[in-house]
């Protein structure tokens, strides 16, 4: 057990017309290796949850224990918060606000320097972490943070974090802002994280879709309380009270959910895009006794239908039929594919045909 | 979110928060300026008496109030003691030799730095009572308000007071973004809040540079969309909330000009000083004397 959180509550400007409550008696406790996505409505409490595993807020009442570090209301015992935020490493909303130094070298370098290393073990550090969020080092070590591009300054301000070697990495709204592209480079570059770094991570996020692409764990917090502690596959079983705390549910789900309203029950564990093609595709070779591979992964639906619908089944399920063929073949191919996996060298032109092999999808 | 601090807004609705912005600046600079005209104890304790009836009507908790004082605790006092020392008149109480010289402690001494700090306490809790109860909106709109004379003398008064109000807006804004940089810079080991002087302006400086850096971003960003709705500060603006003089707003101001009356008849008129041989030739000012005789046939 990493993290165990018992009865925490808190209160921001207690005895004032100002007073809001932010938590009230939390528990929760977050294993190692845990992949945690935390959803919620802004004002939920998260935000202020995930400052007290940081010890950023001292909690009010209640204990925080992180590894073998207990926080607790009172004064005694000191605590070393350095310990601690060597161990959990947290990045904010925007990071790329907090970037200061002239150069990204050494502004990448304030964290590990922070706790005290040798010159060369932050010098180390720097340059592994640099890489490993995906920018050359060599090329950008000296240049000035702010002359990067969003996406750019986000990533070397992560960099920033993961150079302290946290076991523990907390992620609030890592995407906010961001192209589909960068969106996208970023998700990888936490999935890859999760196995090179900080083997604990917790994520918290708007975007269901983005949540259910790599949580194995989710926590909904709604007002000040968690509303449910589930794993990924099981929360949806919740989708209408979700609904009814405001929060989205993944596309994918709103498909089933449709579906089965309608008398077709394609269980309850589909959570992704690409669940939802695999149970679709065995369905469909079970009724039509066909071989279709089920891990094809998601391709582009027009060769779907053109490959096993007759021309009446696809005008009965209302499918466009496109006159011409799709002239550049290659970027249709690539569309085949979906994701972009760990490719770091993709090109933006790639981006367009996911899109719309993802618009296609949606619409079915 | 930061806890409340002295001089805020504090939301609750009532006879005090009600009454015109604009009068309610008038009546403090009023009351301000005759402060310093204040001479007897009695008139001081008016004064007292009045605030405390206005703060309770103004249903501001006391607690709040009085902790804005708290935080010139330390000016109040050393105005006080620097009185005591630098007094030469009245009669001497206590003599400290120093070297050739002696400072002597004089009741006149006492007395004046007592008086002076009742003073300092009567313009703070004054001067917060105005913050507590008025928006910073209706502070600016009623100071455009009444600097409209100014204009006449080519003082931008308009183009004043959106800087002020904008830069008023700005505050709680920058506040929270100091509160977030500070967060995110301990959380990568920073130590904000140890060692001397010129180590703590040195560790700040990850936290003042991106603070800067979105002050900038976020005054580009509002000049940008007061171009493009195309914002003129100099052509003639109407404005939303348009002050109206209420009947309580002159009651209010009519029972301050009365009392600033009691204040300045206390000086000028009343005035006077005499030695009360009972208090060993202390001298009494103003209406104390009345109230120094009065005493003196009921205890006979």
Same mark, same amino acid.
């Given at each position: 057990?990493?993290?165990?959180?018992?009865?925490?509550?808190?209160?921001?400007?207690?005895?004032?017309?100002?007073?809001?409550?932010?938590?009230?008696?939390?528990?929760?406790?977050?294993?190692?290796?845990?992949?945690?996505?935390?959803?919620?409505?802004?004002?939920?409490?998260?935000?202020?949850?995930?400052?007290?595993?940081?010890?950023?807020?001292?909690?009010?009442?209640?204990?925080?224990?992180?590894?073998?570090?207990?926080?607790?209301?009172?004064?005694?015992?000191?605590?070393?918060?350095?310990?601690?935020?060597?161990?959990?490493?947290?990045?904010?909303?925007?990071?790329?606000?907090?970037?200061?130094?002239?150069?990204?070298?050494?502004?990448?370098?304030?964290?590990?320097?922070?706790?005290?290393?040798?010159?060369?073990?932050?010098?180390?550090?720097?340059?592994?972490?640099?890489?490993?969020?995906?920018?050359?080092?060599?090329?950008?070590?000296?240049?000035?943070?702010?002359?990067?591009?969003?996406?750019?300054?986000?990533?070397?301000?992560?960099?920033?974090?993961?150079?302290?070697?946290?076991?523990?990495?907390?992620?609030?709204?890592?995407?906010?802002?961001?192209?589909?592209?960068?969106?996208?480079?970023?998700?990888?570059?936490?999935?890859?994280?999760?196995?090179?770094?900080?083997?604990?991570?917790?994520?918290?996020?708007?975007?269901?879709?983005?949540?259910?692409?790599?949580?194995?764990?989710?926590?909904?917090?709604?007002?000040?309380?968690?509303?449910?502690?589930?794993?990924?596959?099981?929360?949806?079983?919740?989708?209408?009270?979700?609904?009814?705390?405001?929060?989205?549910?993944?596309?994918?789900?709103?498909?089933?959910?449709?579906?089965?309203?309608?008398?077709?029950?394609?269980?309850?564990?589909?959570?992704?895009?690409?669940?939802?093609?695999?149970?679709?595709?065995?369905?469909?070779?079970?009724?039509?006794?066909?071989?279709?591979?089920?891990?094809?992964?998601?391709?582009?639906?027009?060769?779907?239908?053109?490959?096993?619908?007759?021309?009446?089944?696809?005008?009965?399920?209302?499918?466009?039929?496109?006159?011409?063929?799709?002239?550049?073949?290659?970027?249709?191919?690539?569309?085949?594919?979906?994701?972009?996996?760990?490719?770091?060298?993709?090109?933006?032109?790639?981006?367009?045909?996911?899109?719309?092999?993802?618009?296609?999808?949606?619409?079915? | 979110?930061?806890?409340?601090?002295?001089?805020?807004?504090?939301?609750?609705?009532?006879?005090?928060?009600?009454?015109?912005?604009?009068?309610?600046?008038?009546?403090?600079?009023?009351?301000?300026?005759?402060?310093?005209?204040?001479?007897?104890?009695?008139?001081?304790?008016?004064?007292?008496?009045?605030?405390?009836?206005?703060?309770?009507?103004?249903?501001?908790?006391?607690?709040?109030?009085?902790?804005?004082?708290?935080?010139?605790?330390?000016?109040?006092?050393?105005?006080?003691?620097?009185?005591?020392?630098?007094?030469?008149?009245?009669?001497?109480?206590?003599?400290?030799?120093?070297?050739?010289?002696?400072?002597?402690?004089?009741?006149?001494?006492?007395?004046?730095?007592?008086?002076?700090?009742?003073?300092?306490?009567?313009?703070?809790?004054?001067?917060?009572?105005?913050?507590?109860?008025?928006?910073?909106?209706?502070?600016?709109?009623?100071?455009?308000?009444?600097?409209?004379?100014?204009?006449?003398?080519?003082?931008?008064?308009?183009?004043?007071?959106?800087?002020?109000?904008?830069?008023?807006?700005?505050?709680?804004?920058?506040?929270?973004?100091? /509160?977030?940089?500070?967060? @995110?810079?301990? !959380? =990568?080991?920073? %130590?904000?809040? *140890?060692?001397?002087?010129?180590? $703590?302006?040195?560790?700040?400086?990850?936290?003042?540079?991106?603070?800067?850096?979105?002050?900038?971003?976020?005054? /580009?960003?509002?000049?940008? @969309?007061?171009? !493009? =709705?195309?914002? %003129?500060?100099? *052509?003639?603006?109407?404005?939303? $909330?348009?002050?109206?003089?209420?009947?309580?707003?002159?009651?209010?101001?009519?029972?301050?000009?009365?009392?600033?009356?009691?204040?300045?008849?206390?000086?000028?008129?009343?005035?006077?000083?005499?030695?009360?041989?009972?208090?060993?030739?202390?001298?009494?000012?103003?209406?104390?004397?009345?109230?120094?005789?009065?005493?003196?046939?009921?205890?006979?």
């Amino acid at each position: 057990m990493s993290i165990v959180i018992k009865h925490l509550s808190f209160t921001y400007s207690a005895h004032t017309p100002y007073e809001r409550k932010a938590l009230e008696n939390i528990n929760l406790e977050i294993n190692e290796g845990d992949f945690l996505g935390i959803i919620g409505h802004t004002g939920s409490g998260k935000s202020t949850f995930i400052q007290h595993i940081n010890g950023l807020i001292k909690p009010q009442v209640g204990e925080v224990e992180i590894f073998d570090i207990k926080l607790t209301p009172e004064k005694k015992p000191k605590v070393n918060l350095r310990k601690l935020r060597s161990k959990v490493g947290m990045v904010f909303q925007y990071p790329e606000y907090q970037l200061f130094a002239d150069t990204v070298e050494k502004d990448v370098a304030f964290g590990p320097k922070n706790l005290g290393l040798s010159a060369d073990e932050v010098a180390k550090r720097v340059k592994q972490a640099i890489e490993m969020v995906g920018l050359d080092y060599e090329a950008v070590k000296d240049r000035a943070p702010f002359e990067l591009s969003g996406g750019q300054k986000r990533r070397v301000a992560i960099a920033g974090i993961i150079a302290m070697q946290p076991k523990v990495l907390i992620l609030d709204e890592p995407t906010a802002g961001l192209d589909p592209f960068g969106k996208e480079q970023i998700l990888n570059l936490i999935k890859y994280l999760k196995t090179h770094c900080s083997p604990t991570i917790i994520v918290i996020s708007h975007d269901i879709d983005e949540i259910t692409r790599f949580a194995n764990r989710i926590v909904v917090f709604n007002d000040s309380h968690i509303a449910y502690d589930e794993p990924m596959q099981q929360l949806f079983k919740h989708s209408r009270q979700l609904q009814k705390m405001g929060l989205d549910i993944p596309r994918a789900v709103k498909v089933v959910n449709n579906l089965r309203a309608r008398g077709v029950d394609l269980g309850e564990e589909i959570v992704t895009a690409e669940d939802l093609l695999k149970a679709i595709i065995k369905r469909y070779n079970e009724a039509h006794s066909t071989d279709i591979d089920e891990n094809a992964g998601i391709f582009d639906m027009y060769d779907f239908s053109q490959k096993w619908l007759t021309s009446e089944q696809r005008e009965e399920l209302g499918l466009i039929t496109r006159k011409e063929e799709p002239k550049d073949e290659k970027s249709h191919k690539v569309g085949k594919k979906f994701g972009l996996k760990n490719d770091k060298k993709i090109k933006p032109a790639k981006k367009e045909v996911e899109s719309k092999s993802k618009d296609k999808e949606d619409k079915e | 979110m930061r806890e409340i601090s002295f001089g805020q807004y504090y939301p609750v609705k009532s006879f005090v928060h009600n009454i015109d912005a604009r009068i309610k600046i008038l009546i403090t600079l009023m009351y301000m300026v005759s402060v310093f005209f204040i001479v007897s104890y009695t008139t001081f304790f008016c004064m007292f008496f009045l605030l405390t009836i206005i703060i309770a009507i103004s249903r501001v908790p006391f607690r709040i109030v009085f902790k804005s004082i708290n935080g010139l605790l330390f000016l109040l006092i050393f105005t006080a003691i620097i009185n005591i020392f630098f007094t030469s008149s009245g009669n001497v109480l206590l003599s400290i030799p120093l070297g050739k010289l002696a400072i002597n402690i004089t009741d006149q001494g006492i007395n004046f730095a007592i008086k002076m700090a009742l003073r300092f306490s009567l313009l703070v809790l004054g001067s917060s009572i105005l913050t507590f109860t008025t928006t910073p909106t209706e502070l600016t709109d009623a100071l455009e308000v009444l600097l409209k004379p100014l204009t006449y003398i080519k003082i931008p008064v308009h183009d004043l007071a959106i800087i002020m109000s904008i830069a008023l807006r700005f505050i709680p804004g920058l506040m929270e973004e100091t /509160d977030k940089i500070m967060m @995110a810079q301990k !959380a =990568r080991g920073a %130590n904000l809040d *140890s060692g001397n002087f010129f180590k $703590k302006i040195k560790a700040m400086l990850p936290v003042l540079i991106p603070l800067f850096v979105s002050a900038f971003r976020r005054a /580009d960003e509002l000049a940008d @969309a007061l171009d !493009a =709705r195309c914002y %003129n500060a100099s *052509s003639k603006r109407t404005k939303m $909330k348009t002050f109206e003089l209420k009947v309580t707003d002159v009651i209010s101001f009519l029972v301050f000009t009365a009392l600033i009356v009691l204040i300045f008849l206390d000086k000028y008129y009343i005035g006077g000083v005499v030695q009360a041989p009972d208090l060993g030739g202390f001298e009494v000012q103003g209406l104390d004397i009345f109230v120094h005789r009065l005493i003196m046939k009921i205890t006979g």
